[in-house]
């Protein structure tokens, strides 16, 4: 089945540091979001794309819907404690969104004050 | 808004037992999911419902079922637990009867079997 993966599995970086990790895929996606899962909760969306080549920022957080429409980054800038998390991509594979949203296996991100 | 709610938040099972996670939502939302969560697998669509009535199975719905009971509640069953079917499982929702992948989680169930 399509899958989509993740990289790198795991970061560990200094409060205040940059941020970069990726989703690729094998076949083309019709969107890509992130999500973010805080430990214990669920995960929450933190950005929505939906054309290729969409540049969208929340905050500090800056994603892109590649070209090729077979993946996606997430950049975090300036991170803080709180960043700390797993972030998940998740994607319609395209035709169709018959409810069968695929997610990436997560990137695990802490921070050191 | 409570949002999501899943009851219950833990639950530990032996092989063979059953049991159903509920799940309700306060948002008038039409479709709702549920999800498992393993280790390194992200998550992992088992069955959905696009709209009350209607009920479609995911990516893994072996030894599950559900019950869409109404537009606000939807329950997963697992009829004979087995280990493998130790997860953190995950209700969502979603405003449309199309998945736009904006999803709304509960706080998830964490179910052992052993």
């Known amino acids: 089945g399509q899958q989509l993966n993740q990289s790198p599995q795991s970061m560990f970086i200094q409060e205040g540091e940059d941020v970069s990790m990726n989703c690729t895929s094998s076949s083309i996606f019709n969107t890509w979001l992130w999500y973010k899962q805080d430990p214990g909760e669920g995960p929450v969306l933190l950005i929505a794309l939906y054309k290729a080549g969409e540049l969208t920022s929340n905050g500090r957080l800056t994603a892109q819907f590649g070209i090729t429409r077979k993946d996606s980054f997430l950049n975090i800038s300036a991170s803080i404690p709180s960043d700390v998390g797993i972030y998940f991509c998740?994607?319609?594979?395209?035709?169709?969104?018959?409810?069968?949203?695929?997610f990436g296996q997560g990137t695990t991100l802490q921070v050191k004050p | 808004n409570a949002g999501v709610t899943q009851t219950p938040k833990f639950q530990v099972l032996k092989t063979g037992q059953s049991m159903t996670l509920q799940c309700a939502q306060d948002?008038?939302?039409?479709?709702m999911y549920w999800y498992r969560q393993d280790p390194g697998m992200g998550l992992r669509l088992i069955y959905y419902s696009a709209s009350e009535g209607t009920t479609d199975k995911g990516e893994v719905p072996n030894g599950y079922n559900v019950s869409r009971l109404n537009k606000r509640e939807f329950s997963l069953r697992l009829e004979s637990a087995a280990p493998s079917q130790t997860s953190v499982y995950f209700c969502a929702s979603n405003e449309g009867t199309v998945n736009t992948g904006e999803l709304f989680f509960g706080e998830g169930s964490r179910l052992t079997v052993l």
């Open positions: 948002m008038n939302h039409n479709s």
């Open positions: 998740a994607g319609h594979p395209t035709p169709g969104n018959t409810g069968k949203l695929i």
